[in-house]
């Protein structure tokens, strides 16, 4: 399978805001791939899960989904370590029901503890949580995602790490989170080939041939992210990314999170088939 370009959520040119209507304005516009939005929690029950996946399957769109921001497994509190995971359960439990390949989060904050304290204690709990769906014969992916700002956990070796450490697990590469992470570095096609470098020779293949991308313009500053952009309204080299990707030969989604979301996904996917 190619890279496959997408949107995060509906496309703002779809009928209404409904996942259904998302799919089929995704096919309308011939891009490849949807990632359903549950960041501010799964507000989608099984019944309307089989609907929107049967739906993705008859259009020829490729799901994914985006977990609820509020996981946090270094949290202070065991009660809320406890409800994360059962929020990335749940998020796996419908993802599965949806035909989705893979369910995206954000793990943790360093808080004021050491890095390596808290990839323990990720670790830890992730192991749990695929525990639990390995017993429910649930494959879905689960993607810890690059972070924006250094004070969020979950760089790009720390995602590596974790793909490593627990099964099922791979990164969801976000390349503007790593731009700004870094306050305006990797941002060339030698660094964005050292990216990819660096995760397919720790990984192999089971990454090149499945990689999850985010992309879109952003705007930051010495603590890291700040904002989303349109692309061509930032910085990032987005044509030596797409570059990058295209000689190394990755398959996978790039999910456009831009503001103007199906415009900077056919703008990335137009430039990308042009690549030889």
Known sequence: MPLLFGTAGVPLSASNSSSESGVKRIRELNLGALELEFVQGVRMGAEKARIVGAAAVEQGIVLSCHGPYWINFNSREE???????????????????????????????????????????????????????????????????????????????????????????????DFSHLHARSNGRINSYDEFCHVLDQTAEALGERWVENVHFHISGIEYGLKGEKRHLILTESDLRYQELLQAARSFGVEGLAICESPNLEEDALLMQAAYNTLG
Request: glycine residues 4%; negative net charge.
């Open 79 to 173: 009660q809320k370590i406890s409800a994360s995971r059962e929020r990335l359960i749940h998020t796996a439990r419908i993802a599965k029901i949806l035909g989705v390949r893979s369910v995206v989060f954000h793990p943790a904050f360093y808080h004021d503890d050491r890095p390596e304290l808290v990839l323990e204690r990720v670790v830890t709990e992730l192991l749990k949580v695929r525990e639990i769906l390995a017993a429910e014969d649930n494959e879905v992916i689960l993607r810890p995602e690059t972070t924006g700002k250094p004070s969020q956990f979950c760089n790009l070796e720390e995602t590596i790490e974790l793909a490593l450490r627990v099964p099922g697990v791979l990164p969801c590469i």
